[in-house]
């Protein structure tokens, strides 16, 4: 699954467990229509290991923990179960950490569905899955949002009552000590007159912010939401993508394109050169650039976000050297995003450095279950000389 993308539930009863390389503590919320709990029994983890329709289980440090959920078995009003994780160890963030979430069968351990979120850094507690009732269904949405004060943070936020522990309370080997409700590896939180903890920021040179005010320039893994005032800006957009020769007077053959994948990370089509529309027409290639001489974009892609299928879920703009020329050739290359009805540039991305490989993927559009769509820089180089080969990394990086 990629960030907002969901799945209907076929069974009542399903297993949420989060694995990393490192322990990890699993807990989760029981929520109502207001997003908070009803009281703090509806807390679950390892210190309160059973709740209406909601358990605990731990995997004794051999198996990750996870979270069982019988949605038959809820109470009336619940219609949001969140499914937590953060490191064991105290105050250790998720940087260089990647957990994946999986979706079972709670009776039958199958597969339903699997998420990583992307871009972690200094966050020390995740909301990383949701199971939730919409119409009358019980679905599974990814959600990898973090947090940078741990599991208090997520719990405050979703109403459950924590107390700053007592100043001259001895501090434990492992970890201070902590509320009945709160691991005991979690760093203190805020007292209840604080107002509840912001999302974590990425880690440095990462971000999320948006367009309200005017033009942004993002650094690498830097992310920007395409709305404006709250709102969706625009539904029509164009990807320029260009670029320089690093030395006068030599061609730089480079192929600009855009892959999109399904909620599953699934590889729907490609639009290239050799391609230039797919999705009934919702996503357009400008054509090939054989030089990269000339001012302005070299190749542009448009994009009709209002056009896009609901089954496209992410887009991963690349640049490829076909003829196997190398990045360390090349010079400013960049993509920007525009208005498509105005011209206007909204979001651009200047790569810096380069790296003597034939591949680039140089930013994603993630679409996010509200139904907006995110634009993170990406600058991550690889070893692919067509669009073909860049399928499998840009997956990857979703």
């Not at 920021?201 to 367009?211: D, E, F, R, V």
């Not at 003829?323 to 979001?347: H, I, M, N, P, W």
Request: aromatic share 6%; proline share 10%.
């Amino acid at each position: 699954m990629t960030p907002g993308s969901n799945i209907p539930l076929p069974v009542t009863r399903v297993a949420v467990d989060v694995a990393a390389p490192v322990r990890l503590d699993v807990s989760g919320l029981l929520l109502t229509a207001d997003g908070k709990v009803r009281s703090d029994d509806d807390f679950i983890f390892y210190n309160q290991p059973t709740g209406p329709g909601v358990t605990y289980r731990s995997g004794g440090g051999a198996a990750p923990d996870a979270i069982i959920v019988d949605t038959s078995a809820l109470p009336p009003g619940i219609e949001k179960i969140v499914v937590t994780a953060s490191p064991d160890a105290a105050g250790q963030t998720f940087q260089g950490i990647e957990p994946t979430a999986t979706v079972r069968g709670a009776d039958d351990n199958s597969v339903l569905a699997t998420f990583t979120p992307p871009r972690l850094g200094a966050e020390t507690a995740l909301v990383i899955v949701e199971i939730y009732l919409r119409n009358g269904a019980w679905k599974a949405r990814a959600v990898g949002q973090g947090y940078a004060n741990g599991l208090a943070g997520i719990a405050t936020d979703f109403g459950v009552t924590v107390e700053e522990p007592a100043a001259a309370a001895p501090a434990q080997p492992a970890a201070p000590p902590m509320p009945t409700m709160q691991p005991p590896v979690t760093p203190p939180a805020p007292p209840m007159a604080a107002p509840p903890a912001p999302p974590a920021p990425p880690a440095p040179g990462a971000g999320k912010i948006n367009l309200d005010k005017g033009r942004v320039s993002l650094q690498k893994n830097q992310t920007v939401s395409l709305v404006k005032g709250g709102s969706p800006l625009l539904s029509q957009v164009k990807m320029g993508l260009g670029w320089e020769p690093a030395y006068r007077g030599k061609d730089i053959d480079l192929d600009a394109s855009v892959i999109a994948y399904g909620p599953q990370r699934n590889h729907i089509d490609s639009c290239y050169f050799g391609k230039l529309s797919i999705v009934g027409g919702a996503i357009k290639h400008s054509g090939d650039n054989l030089t990269g001489e000339g001012g302005g974009d070299d190749e542009v892609i448009v994009v009709d976000l209002g056009r896009l299928p609901q089954e496209v879920t992410g887009l991963v703009f690349t640049v490829n050297s076909f003829s196997g020329q190398k990045f360390t050739e090349v010079a400013k290359a960049y993509c920007r995003l525009l208005d498509a009805a105005t011209g206007e540039e909204l979001v651009r991305f200047d790569l810096t450095g380069a790296e003597p490989q034939t591949g680039v993927m140089m930013a994603k559009l993630i679409r996010q279950f509200t139904g907006e769509w995110d634009m993170t820089a990406m600058g991550e180089f690889v070893k692919a000389r067509t669009v073909r080969n860049m399928v499998k990394p840009a997956a990857q990086a979703l």
